[in-house]
């Protein structure tokens, strides 16, 4: 039995990963490389959505981006709204896959819903809005979601068009729970970009989360509105406005020719008093869901189908709000945005070694930072930054690089901080050039070569790789024909560099 | 609550009973099929304990009947039966799991928690309690087993004997290399229960942990690995839990071994030029602190001393679009403490450089 194996005295080596850890490992593979990302599907204030191919089984997911550095939200707070997903499993909701992180995003991956969301049908539907019997269908569906989601006494908080998903088929799942729901219901930004029209007036009034799961009962009744007429009630008004006079107000009213039904059903949601508001399994009763004639069209096959047509011909496409490429922690550029001096203090005094006397170094005190940052991936290289060539500027700020060269990577073994944390203790100091070539760095491969290499990946067009291309050529040629070419070459440009950084430095204080 | 049983409970106690009874089939359930059987009755046992636990049954169970049930789960060593067998249980009837023992561990009796009382005099099952997510590792569906086990966890912190229990265990120190290495789940989850272990019951962790040089310096190099490691949420979260511990006051010990190693503020510094905005602020606010130490040591004079200019020049353009006053108050304290430092003046400088570049 298990136990008997784990109640052993715990106070042995602890091995931080045991063979067991490697499911793990091999799940924490970068979601890049697990997922293809293809368009985006939608966006929301917090992060856009993709439709994304799992590269393995093939299986279409949906792939909600999360930046975390432009949410202030505490990461908790966000990593609560995953464990509620990941506590629900029904046929009425979209289901819950993983999490993963890359760069400074969360990745969230869920079952994927082909046919948009009802908002997204009510925008490109010619009529702009649903019949009758074609919202029953969508809310006898929702109400399942919300009658599993209640029982499991968790709250929704955000029901409206845009969050009821269609699949392919034309079936309906509720979805987008939690994660943007809750920032929105919170209220606490200043970049208020959700809309309050589907609001209970109780989640309004008593900000201190003093309701409960019949708040999304009228969020329900406000979008059975919005489905017929294609809009929330008062959608013309400011929402701030609007957000003010929900609790203030006599609840809104449906407009126009509807059957007696929809409004009762309607009337029914919107009670203003939680307690006598009527729950999902009274509702899912109501005769508006359950006229015989209804029964049995459901779906919204015909919908999902003409909306792809229409998408089609209008060459519809939606721009996401961050781009996935944009990372924070681009490759080639450096992680960090400023390097320090953590050379020991001894060495201030030593001026002996080799490189500098030859040289005569200005600013020894300087060095062990430069020589981190040998590696010549500077973050304003002219191909990446070819418009703001500004040489003089930037390098004030810009540390330019880091060690990540593998080539000096061996060099700092003795402590347990990566290279490229930027953490070179003082044996940075001890990187004399003399040293380095006696560990057999050649310039030309590890530096130059190297170098060029870097260019070529980050080049844009096929015409800077080209260039790019032929310029190491004649710089293998050079060096070829005269050994010790690229050696110069590289100790000149770092004094070169060294002497702009200190005249920066010095003047700009 | 609809709901069969194939024997019905007469009594109370029956619950545990036949809740205990299936619970032990799992070691010789061997086929699919019997596995699944014990599975199915598992669960509705499970479920059908949660609602009388609760109350959730016709009619409502008497004070007498519940405490009945609670003596025959202590009796039965459920709890233990429970976080062994968690990993065989189907997803509905792990969540069970987890209320039943929130439940359990709530449960008062003459102002005295009774399930917290039991559970101190069986360690044992406290220990199964801190190793039941490691195990959840090495299972299908490992992240939400994870959860599930550090849920329970989660609660049982929340009792003081429990957290000093759980604080001499040295398995609490596997939860550093899971925040790291996990799935997004795991990591976050070990944070929680890494920061709820160390802020709740603050006594505890002052007096019996802290106060041991070798719990602090563990602890110093497991966090530093994790801040110097970690993903981009790792990093984050654990700039955070540090932030927060050195804050406490009490945990002047802690406070004190960090500031004073040159190692530490190496790291500090290094996290404080980071290119994301958050990491930035997160280590500020830790790198405050060594500035702002009356008695710096030799070392970290000199590591301030040598970047005075650079961190001068930094902290120039550093986060200046902030409106909070109170970090701005502290930023312009920082500045205030670096610019005193001694200027390094560089024997050889070269005046015809300025005119240079």
Redesign the interface.
Known sequence: ???ST??LP??TS?E??GS??N???A??ETPSQLYDIKECVGKGSFGDVYRAVDKQSGNVVAIKIIN??ET?DD??IL?QE??FL??L?APFITNYI????E??S?WIVMEFCGGGSCADLLKHLPEHKFPEHKVAYIIREVLCGLEYLHS?KKIHRDIKAANILVTNDGEVKLGDFGVSGQIMATLKRTTFVGTPYWMAPEIIARRDNGYDEKADIWSLGITVIELLTGQPPYAKHDPMKVLLNIPLRKPPKLQGRFTSPARDFIALCLTKDPQSRPDAAELLSHKFLNRPTWRGIGTLKREVDLVKILKIRTNYIKQPRFLVSDK??ATG???????????K?QR?DVKKHKYQSRQ??????IKSAALEQMSPKTEKSPISAMQSADI?TPM??T?MTNATSPSLRHYNQE????VS???H?GKVAKKHTQQIADKGLNYYRHIILYSFERIFERARSEDTKLVVNRLRHLFEEAEKSQPGLSEAFVEEVYIRME??K???????? | MAFWWKKTPKTASDYAKLLSEQLNKFENATTIDSRRKVQDDCSKYLTGTKHFLLGEVEPEPTPEAVDELYGAIYQLDILRDLLVNLPELEFEARKDVALIFATCLRHSRDNKFVTVDYLVTRPNVVALMLRTPELALSKPNSSDLFLKAGFIILEALKYEQLCRIMLRDPQIWLFFDFAKGGSFEVSTESFQILTNLFTIHQKPVATEFFSQPINLQKFIDKINKLMAHGNYVTKRQSVKLLHSLIMIRSYNHLLTAYINSPDNLKLIMILLSDRSKNLQLGSFNIFKVFVANPRKSKPILDIMVKNRDKLLHYLMSFNTDSKDATFLDEKEYVVQEIESLPRLVSPNSDPSLGTSP
């Open positions: 039995m298990i136990a784990t109640l715990a106070d602890i931080p990963y067991h850890m499911k793990e490992d799940r924490s975390l550095e202030q990461i908790d990593a995953i464990y990941s506590e499993k993983q999490t993963f992180v760069d400074v969360m499991q924070v922690y550029a450096s992680s960090h945005l400023q390097s320090w001096n953590f050379e203090t201030l005569q170094m200005k600013h020894p005190e003089n004030a700020i540390p402590k347990d901080f990566d944390m930027g953490l203790e002497e702009i200190n005249y920066i430095v010095e003047t700009s204080i």
